[in-house]
T-cell receptor, first 114, second 112 residues
Framework: EAEVAQSPRYKITEKSQAVAFWCDPI?????LYWYRQILGQGPELLVQ????????DSQLPKDRFSAERLKGVDSTLKIQPAELGDSAMYLC????????????FGPGTRLLVL | SQQGEEDPQALSIQEGENATMNCSYK?????LQWYRQNSGRGLVHLIL???NEREKHSGRLRVTLDTSKKSSSLLITASRAADTASYFC????????????WGLGTSLAVNP
């Protein structure tokens, strides 16, 4: 069964360092989402791509976060510099172009900023 | 921004019992979905109910939707220890780029 892949699964970094997360969606899925989930809360959308274009990045802290999906397939989310408050689970999800209301999630990357 | 509010926030039951979780939302929706998240893992889609539907079943899951009250419930029958997880509702709006607005979740513990 096709799955969304994410790496790394865990990342520990010091504040002010740069971190990057990678996501490979299910093959053929046009829409890709990056979420941040703080422990005990629901996911918060950071950025949504349709193919290679950003369709929603209203909640992305653009002074330190950036995301790209250059060829409309895999995607990278970067934080520079990391802050203590960035400690969270970063989830990637994808959905197909047709009948794409359902989102398929990867296992997530757990980030700890020290 | 969070739209859904699940209640209870936490639920503890014995294996074999039924578990009911509720979700309320604020704006008009096109669909409402329920997802499960095991500790430290990604979310798994359980069921989607559209705004013109009132009830839907999938295995041991039963979802109801009352658009007049802007609320939904998820019933898990004959619960198992493996059902222990957090459950989230998420709402989708028509023409909103498929963006989902998520609730805070209900943490379910099923004790053997």
């Amino acid at each position: 069964e096709a799955e969304v892949a994410q790496s790394p699964r865990y990342k520990i970094t010091e504040k002010s360092q740069a971190v990057a997360f990678w996501c490979d969606p299910i093959s053929g899925h046009a829409t890709l989402y990056w979420y941040r989930q703080i422990l005990g809360q629901g996911p918060e959308l950071l950025v949504q791509f349709q193919d290679e274009s950003v369709v929603d990045d209203s909640q992305l802290p653009k002074d330190r976060f950036s995301a790209e999906r250059l060829k409309g397939v895999d995607s990278t989310l970067k934080i520079q510099p990391a802050e203590l408050g960035d400690s969270a689970m970063y989830l990637c999800a994808s959905s197909p172009r047709e009948a794409g209301e359902t989102q398929y999630f990867g296992p997530g990357t757990r980030l700890l900023v020290l | 921004s969070q739209q859904g509010e699940e209640d209870p926030q936490a639920l503890s039951i014995q294996e074999g019992e039924n578990a009911t979780m509720n979700c309320s939302y604020k704006t008009s929706i096109n669909n409402l979905q329920w997802y499960r998240q095991n500790s430290g893992r990604g979310l798994v889609h359980l069921i989607l109910i559209r705004s013109n539907e009132r009830e839907k079943h999938s295995g041991r899951l039963r979802v109801t939707l009352d658009t007049s009250k802007k609320s939904s419930s998820l019933l898990i029958t004959a619960s198992r220890a493996a059902d222990t997880a957090s459950y989230f509702c998420a709402t989708g709006n028509a023409g909103n780029n498929r963006k989902l607005i998520w609730g805070l979740g209900t943490s379910l513990a099923v004790n053997p």
